[in-house]
């Protein structure tokens, strides 16, 4: 979220989705033919554990420790409550924050390049990672920025190679003769979406029908805790659609966002990208595999700003088509009806999907000319409702979305890109994508791991 030699292939293939990324390959990244091994062969021994645990204790306490610094920085948490309570009751400066981030990333790679260990090289690299992502949101928080770009790779471990905007005037002159007739494109667009919106009284229960498909789906592949479960409830006044907050014991509460009307296309979405596979399982299995299975105490904390959300927002935007290759069909006859929506008779509502999809990646080109003082918030606005075709009150929720997350928008294109390139490379059959989809979210992954 794709080798070099692949970089212009995927370029290609993503153009409209996402842009593409550099990352580099780091020297524990290790190969494999078919993606379902990405252990590679344990080495000799581990360095010190006590030493590597210590590691991930110190770097648990940093991260609470920012937390109580800026609020929202700690997307989850279910390790010892008392650790928690002593971080926020006396947390150390930001600038004594950061000096500790440089001095645990030093001893992280330091670890890192003494092991023999190959799954111990992938958790120190993911500790380095996730220790260099606090450091530059700790020096952010105290005033210095960085281009939209260098902040990105700083935090989610990918330099985004964006598209200018003028990429985008095809599939937009495309959708436009899908849509003909009078008013501007935004209107039609909006006028066309409108006719598909799920009536508030019946949200929940289609809603619910979503996630339970996406459960069924994704359980036929994926193992689930005993116990697991998620409270939905709907929302008002966020910046964005749906929000996953994990709770641990396998247990998630899921937000979704009701300042606009929703549409029908939502609901999938939404199931899958919130629930499953997406956020709900990918922490369940961090948590079952990593935390309780090995210990490692560091997954317990998920700063939101650092590599592992390119690696959730990808995986969970890629599990859509994963568990629904044959969306229509859900959405023809289970969905719509559920919603009183009458059944499209015609494929036009699919291949309006797929256009919007197709210009999604402006918003990333828009957020980095805002963020990088390259035009105005009026300006920002305009553009989203020209290239993303919003109305005005929708472009102006995008933007708050920049404003408030600033680089984070890369996660999601990108990062479905690179991991879709990841879980289908070879063109794999549908239980070799699944198997490698499990491994992805169950193992300490950064964006390098899905480089081949």
């Known amino acids: ?79 010892d409550p008392a650790l928690r309570q002593a971080a926020e009751a006396a947390p150390r400066s930001k600038a004594e924050l950061t000096q500790a981030a440089i001095h645990l990333r030093r001893t992280a790679q330091q670890l890192q390049q003494q092991s023999r260990d190959s799954m111990e090289q992938r958790r120190l690299a993911a500790l380095s990672a996730q220790i260099y992502a606090a450091e530059t949101r700790l020096r952010m928080m105290q005033g210095e920025t960085f281009r939209f770009a260098d902040e990105a790779e700083r935090l989610f471990g990918v330099r985004p190679i964006l598209h200018p905007l003028s990429d985008y005037e095809a599939p937009l002159a495309a959708l436009d003769k899908m849509l003909a007739g009078g008013g501007p494109l935004p209107q039609r667009v ?17 809603f619910d029908k979503a996630i339970a498909l996406c459960r069924a789906k994704s359980m036929a592949h994926i193992a689930m805790p005993d ?31 009701t300042d606009f009307p929703i549409r029908l296309p939502r609901a999938i979405d939404l199931g899958c990208h919130e629930g499953y596979p997406g956020h709900h399982l990918l922490n369940m299995k961090l948590e079952e595999k990593l935390v309780r299975g090995q210990g490692w105490q560091e997954f ?41 929506l009458p059944p499209a008779h015609d494929d036009l509502y699919w291949r309006v999907q797929d256009a919007m999809t197709a210009i999604s990646g402006a918003r990333l080109t828009i957020a980095q000319l805002y963020l990088d003082g390259e035009i105005d918030r009026a300006t920002a606005v305009a553009l989203s409702q020209k290239y993303l075709l919003l109305t005005p009150q929708r472009a102006d929720q995008s933007i708050r979305f920049t404003e408030q997350y600033r680089s984070y928008v890369i996660n999601y294109g990108l990062g479905e890109a690179m991991v879709r390139a990841f879980v289908e490379a070879d063109g794999a059959d549908e239980k070799t994508r699944w198997h490698r989809m499990e491994k992805l979210i169950s193992e300490p992954t950064l964006p390098s791991d899905l480089l081949r």
């Open 190 to 206: 909006e006028e066309f979406s409108a006719r598909f919106t799920i009536a508030k009284d019946r949200l929940q229960s289609v």
């Open 227 to 257: 116990g697991e479960s998620f409270l939905l409830n709907f929302v008002t006044d966020k910046s964005w659609s749906g929000y996953n907050y994990y709770q641990g014991n396998f247990h998630s509460k899921i937000e979704v966002n």
């Open 300 to 340: 317990s904390v998920y700063p939101l700003y650092s590599p592992l959300s390119l690696i959730a927002e990808g995986s969970a935007n890629y599990g859509i088509d994963l568990a629904f290759p044959a969306k229509q069909q859900v959405e023809r006859d289970v969905l719509m009806p559920l919603a009183g």
């Open 1 to 79: 979220m794709i080798r070099p030699a692949m970089l212009s292939i995927l370029c290609s293939s993503a153009l409209w989705i996402s842009g593409c990324a550099n990352t580099p390959v780091p020297s524990a990244s290790v190969s494999n033919n078919d993606g379902a091994n990405m252990t590679g062969t344990a080495a000799a021994s581990s360095v010190n554990a006590q030493a590597v645990n210590q590691l991930a204790a110190d770097f648990v306490r940093l991260s609470l420790e920012a937390g109580a610094h800026e609020a929202g920085y700690i997307d989850a948490y279910y390790g």
